[in-house]
């Protein structure tokens, strides 16, 4: 009876260092699962990256009225800073006449020079004039050609949508011909 109860002392040691062998098997095996279960998690699913993509052209139309809003207020700024400009010089042109005319009206002589500087005035006026009508020549072919650039990437983007919702299709269509294929087992 003492050496069955030995024999099944070794046994049961020898059963439970066993034990201990596949828990510790069954332990590296689950961490094993668990790691590449996180890896198969880190991977977005299609839905996620449709998700992605809708979020990042949301952002990207924000960033685009900011853009516009921005660049607007610069224009605003501008046309403002050259109005004033403008209004400046009228102003000081204006003084300078009224000046010019209290003296010119005291002599003949005077009023032939204020006449000249009349002249002269006149045609800063109209070289004034020109330069901004240039100005606003060059503005105007800058905003055509502008607006030629942004038809085009309409017609680009237009593009771009259309070849998304193909490949979106191609993605469905291998999906389903990937599940038949495990269903038949191929």
Do not use: W
Not at 84 to 94: C, D, F, S
Request: aromatic content about 8%; hydrophobic content about 30%.
């Amino acid at each position: 009876a003492v050496v069955s109860t030995q024999s099944t002392g070794e046994q049961f040691e020898k059963d439970k260092a066993k034990l201990a062998k596949l828990r510790l098997q069954i332990a590296k095996k689950n961490y094993a699962i668990s790691a590449l279960q996180r890896q198969v998690d880190d991977i977005p699913t299609r839905i996620e990256l449709l998700q992605y993509q809708k979020r990042f052209e949301e952002l990207h139309q924000q960033t685009g009225a900011v853009h516009k809003e921005t660049k607007q207020f610069y224009m605003l700024f501008n046309n403002l800073s050259d109005t004033k400009t403008y209004l400046e010089k009228h102003l000081i042109r204006l003084n300078s006449i009224n000046e010019s005319f209290q003296r010119a009206m005291s002599s003949l002589e005077s009023g032939y020079l204020f006449l000249e500087q009349m002249e002269k005035l006149v045609e800063g006026a109209k070289h004034s004039k020109a330069g901004i009508e240039k100005k606003r020549d060059e503005i105007k072919n800058q905003k055509d050609s502008m607006n030629d650039e942004y038809l085009l990437l309409i017609e680009e983007q237009r593009k771009y949508y259309t070849v998304v919702k193909e490949f979106q299709d191609e993605c469905k269509k291998t999906e389903m011909l990937t599940q038949k294929c495990k269903e038949y087992g191929i």
